[in-house]
């Protein structure tokens, strides 16, 4: 697209005094006018213009020169659909007249608005092209004729046809339209020959109702935001969002972007922007986003590099611990049958809870952190009331020890793991009924639901990670791996798992495709059950414990080991480590030696708490507890 090709005219009887396009659903008064069936369908004077582009030679402008290094006019455009976005309407239509510049022309905006009203015959014409009626006549946008929009080289056209066909479709099923939903499927969906699968699950719709159609397709309505993310597919080139019509490499190519700008385009770039820095800023933890006014970096000072505080109240070695997600308090268990809960304000003991009867390897926390639950290798588990201490529920179906526990993000329900017997995955509702029970025949190492909702994960003993629909309860996918598991964690956004293998291998992993995104290396273990989690305000860290008596933290972006921390007693395992997550510069870390530490930055002390003196007594030690029996051992070191 040369310079020209964006051009707004000035003749105000071509603009109706509006000079530039909108970006969004309105239309603005010069729309109505009639365009040329030249490149795109740039804007000319009114159709009448003989000059390319309806740039009249008086209004030709040389060649501009580049800002700063910039296409200026991608800049400009840049720049008025940002004014746009931030309301700035009228000095984005100042911009647009005097640079002569529009954020798109008008054939792409009537293609927008044929795609926001449902006018699907419309707006195939528009995208498509289409040719002059034989007498000349009538009022549709595209009568005089024009050779559609420009796409990316090597666009498949019958799959930007499936796609909005598919909308049409899908709409004539939400409004009970069964006969013409019927003709759309045979003469326009089925003609054009996509994978057959996405056909048969497009006519198995037939028979749903509204709200179900919705949940099937993973699509929201005509009246929804369905339209929206149907331009923003064909503008972005990012993959399709509803299921019915998966692409087949992650990426949809489309209408090309300097024809139909992506929809805020300026404020993705400023976000990459950020997070190139983010990536390269190792000790990246602050609570907010970074400015763009100056490079940004952190200071190592601010960053938790030192233990302000040693707990002891664990009877024997610390295997598990959690924070509350509002930050206010910390579980921690392990080889003994107590469970510790502290006060995080000044880290006395809140709760000390003595009702299971073997060691505790698991505490997890309910999303509005008014309960939580421990798992025992007395074969129960236990539901707590927070406030109180108390124990609310115990699941004793278990006829084997019970080695993981995850909520469901409403609260309502969650699921224990378990390593034989008839019960080794079930859903359970806080009032102890059992939901489901899944037939499996695997050891459940641990399990997790994505904070969406949408998925559960297992590992197993066997080396396997499991990947469920947790909404129909189906498998999605299993993996078989060389290397046996010994945590689990999901990502906040739900896109990513997070594995440590007992290689000394954390893998980050893309739940969608299981494709390996980073691997972080560095910590020792082999014999022993660490667990590793996300760490830092925006989880942009990877924290794990370690068999050499260490703490490890990564950056997670770059996989850069950034520390590594002494503290507990050697030898000895750090076997787990908590971020809390409503203070970025604190973490806690529990070890073979019995303690729970707390780490923050330099200078900061627990309000009402001396700074602790950290023993170093050699002649304490404890035992590990091995992975594969997941009962203490009673080696010594």
């Known amino acids: 697209m040369t310079a020209q090709d964006m051009r707004y005219h000035p003749d105000p009887s071509a603009s109706n005094g509006t000079p530039h396009t909108s970006n969004g659903s309105q239309q603005s008064p010069h729309q109505s006018q009639s365009y040329s069936n030249g490149t ?71 293609f927008r608005l044929a795609v926001l009203q449902g006018d699907w015959s419309e707006a195939e014409a528009l995208l498509f092209g289409s040719e002059p009626p034989d007498d000349g006549g009538g009022v549709r946008i595209h009568d005089r004729g024009h050779q559609g929009l420009k796409f990316v080289q090597g666009v498949d056209r019958d799959r930007l046809r499936f796609q909005l066909r598919t909308q049409k479709y899908l709409e ?108 390269h800023c190792l000790y990246h933890n602050p609570s907010r986003s970074p400015s763009l006014f100056a490079d940004h970096i952190c200071d190592r000072s601010q960053f938790p590099l030192r233990t302000i505080l040693e707990l002891n109240q ?26 510790v809960v502290y006060d995080t304000s000044q880290f006395q003991v809140l709760h000390r809870l003595t009702d299971h009867t073997k060691c505790v390897a698991y505490v997890s926390w309910s999303p509005d952190d008014s309960k939580f639950i421990t798992c025992s290798h007395d074969e129960t588990a236990r539901m707590w009331d927070a406030a109180s201490g108390k124990c609310m529920l ?69 080396s396997q990670i499991v990947v469920y629909n947790f909404e129909t309860r189906e498998e999605e996918y299993s993996i078989i791996l060389k290397c046996r598991m010994t945590s689990l964690k999901i990502s906040q956004d739900s896109q990513h798992m997070l594995i440590n293998f007992a290689n000394g291998e954390i893998q980050l992993i893309d739940i969608e495709t299981a494709e390996i995104i980073k691997r972080y290396l560095g910590q020792q273990q082999g014999q022993f059950v660490i667990r590793s989690t996300f760490g830092g305000a925006d989880q942009n860290l990877i924290i794990s414990g370690s068999e050499d008596s260490r703490v490890y933290i990564w ?36 070890g073979d030696d019995g303690k729970v530490r707390i780490w923050s930055k330099e200078n900061s002390d627990i309000p009402g708490k001396r700074r602790n003196r950290i023993s170093s007594d050699p002649s304490a030690h404890s035992s590990l507890r091995d992975r594969d029996s997941y009962e203490p051992s009673s080696s010594t070191h």
């Open 314 to 339: 664990n009877a024997g070695e610390v295997w598990a611990m959690q924070f509350s997600h509002d930050g206010k308090r910390l579980a921690t268990s392990g080889q003994a049958t107590d469970v």
């Open 555 to 590: 950056h997670k972006e770059n996989g850069t080991l950034i520390e590594t921390l002494e503290g507990h007693q050697s030898p000895g395992c750090v076997n787990v480590v908590a971020w809390n997550p409503a203070d970025p510069c604190m973490f806690a870390s529990g």
């Open 394 to 462: 115990k699941i004793d179906h278990h006829a084997h020890p019970v080695t993981a526990a995850t909520w469901s993000p409403d609260g309502q329900s969650f699921v224990t793991g378990s390593l034989h017997g008839d019960h080794r995955l079930c859903l359970w509702s806080t009032t102890g009924d059992l939901i489901y029970n899944w037939a499996i025949i695997y050891r459940v190492q641990e399990c997790a639901i994505s904070p969406d909702g949408k998925r559960m994960i297992v590992i197993s003993s066997e």
């Open 40 to 110: 795109n369908g740039h804007a000319t004077t009114n159709g009448t213009s003989p000059h390319k582009n309806g740039a009249h030679p008086q209004t030709a402008r040389p060649t501009p020169q580049p800002f700063y290094g910039h296409d200026r006019e991608e800049v400009t455009r840049l720049i008025i659909q940002g004014l746009d976005d931030l309301g700035y309407h009228g000095a984005a239509n100042q911009l647009s007249q005097e640079s002569g510049y529009e954020v798109e022309s008008p054939a792409v905006a009537h």
């Open 172 to 279: 004539l099923l939400e409004s009970k339209d069964l006969g013409r939903a019927l003709m759309v499927l045979r003469q326009e969906l089925a003609p054009l020959k996509q994978e057959r699968s996405q056909l048969q699950h497009l006519s198995s719709m037939l028979v749903n109702t509204p709200d179900s159609l919705k949940k099937e397709a993973r699509w929201d309505g005509a009246t929804g935001q369905s339209r929206q993310l149907l331009l923003k597919e064909l503008s972005s080139m990012e993959s399709p969002v509803n299921v019915v019509e998966p692409s087949t490499n992650g990426m949809l190519e489309s209408i090309a972007p300097s024809v139909m700008l992506p929809p805020h385009r300026l404020a993705d770039l400023l976000d990459q922007v950020k997070t190139t820095q983010i990536s």
